[in-house]
């Protein structure tokens, strides 16, 4: 039985990768692989367009991996202070969360971060400091510090 070379143009479970080449029987890549538009005959042509195509994302790759390590740094000592309502100087009414930490993110160094980016290891629900990280993609995490205190109720 003779197999044909196709390129995959999306991620096809047990079989590859968007941008490898495999073999598959004729059958497989014509009733399904191209007709649920997952892969394209590879030919010499659409092989130079993907090493083209695979060299680009690799420059992108790079180039948003540095911008990470960037932004890593201006986030390195980053030390945030948050105020909150306490019911007895020590446990927070509710809890700081990660809207909370981003507001506060964006107000002291007007970097804006999405909610996916920041991990909390731990509810924040007490006074104190903790440490949650943050993935700026491409292996790229960096811890800061976050210091919840007691708001103290405005004095009239």
Known sequence: ??????????????????GQIVKVAPGYARNYLFTH???????????????KLEAERAARAAEEKKAALELAKKLEKLE???SAHTTDGKKLYGSVGVGDILAAIEANRGIKLERSQISLSESLREVGVYEPSI?????????????????APAVE
């Open 37 to 51: 538009g997952l892969a394209a005959v590879a030919t010499e042509a659409a092989k130079r367009r993907l090493k």
């Open 80 to 82: 945030i202070t948050v």
């Open 1 to 18: 039985m003779a197999h044909i070379e196709v390129m995959l143009m999306d991620n096809v479970k047990k079989l590859g990768k968007s």
């Open 135 to 151: 993935d700026l993609g491409h292996g790229v995490n960096v811890k800061f510090k976050i210091i919840i205190q007691d708001e």
